[in-house]
């Protein structure tokens, strides 16, 4: 099966003026993660969305930046997981991903949540390294988004420890650019420690979705990063 698939949060710039799944519908990708953005509200998905995300093997689904219980009320932090909760089984989704940084109820709702490793930005004590690494352990049912650029950003073989320690956890991973400390770029540019770093993805046989911050507004541009991408990883 092939596992490359695409983030709709890679068209974040351009989501609210063009139909971003009938982009992605002309792609060579086997699934797709349907990012919200910071809010709910901000990309809500529509009908012709769910009827078009069920024609591919994986879905996931990224929970909004900003949902976490210290930042917006019980009540509303509720209603916005009863319209995830919709929306996830309407597309088929197999997994939501948060942010370690996000404040959650210890009860949630009956989906395969999978934490992520976040990059060194903001402020430390608030994005801490092993972030991640807490709700593993105090989570047993969670898995792990790995996220190469983030880890690349902490040290080039960040990526290679996170694997050895957590392979049997990781369900997914986020795949973009990382130079000069810069992450989610696209592959036009890549440097040999980046290629050497994520080497230990080939030991993975999970969905690899690519999430970067692309600049491209024609299907033609983002068709060559998306080979660009297979040639990397040999898919």
Request: with cysteine; net charge positive.
């Amino acid at each position: 099966m092939d596992k490359l698939c695409f983030a709709t949060g890679n068209l974040w710039r351009i989501a609210n003026k063009i139909d971003v799944m009938e982009i992605i519908s002309q792609l060579d990708v086997s699934g797709v993660e349907y990012t919200y953005g910071k809010v709910y509200g901000e990309r809500i998905p529509n009908e012709k969305d769910f009827d078009m995300l069920k024609n591919y093997n994986y879905n996931s689904v990224h929970a909004p930046f900003r949902l976490s219980l210290d930042l917006v009320s019980e009540e509303e932090f509720n209603e916005t997981m009863d319209l995830i909760v919709s929306d996830y089984k309407k597309m088929g989704a197999k997994n939501i991903v948060s942010h370690p940084t996000q404040k959650l109820p210890d009860k949630l709702s009956k989906l395969d949540f999978i934490t992520e490793n976040l990059n060194p930005k903001g402020v430390p004590n608030l994005r801490p390294r092993l972030g991640f690494e807490k709700i593993l352990e105090k989570r047993s049912d969670w898995g792990l988004c790995l996220d190469a650029s983030h880890a690349y950003d902490w040290d080039p073989l960040e990526t290679e420890r996170i694997v050895k320690k957590w392979k049997k956890r990781i369900k997914q991973v986020h795949f973009s650019n990382n130079r000069y400390h810069k992450d989610h770029l696209t592959f036009k540019k890549v440097s040999r420690g980046f290629l050497k770093s994520i080497e230990p993805l080939s030991d993975l046989n999970v969905p690899i979705i690519i999430e970067e911050d692309m600049p491209y507004t024609k299907v033609s541009e983002i068709k060559k990063e998306i080979k660009r991408v297979r040639e990397i990883l040999a898919l």
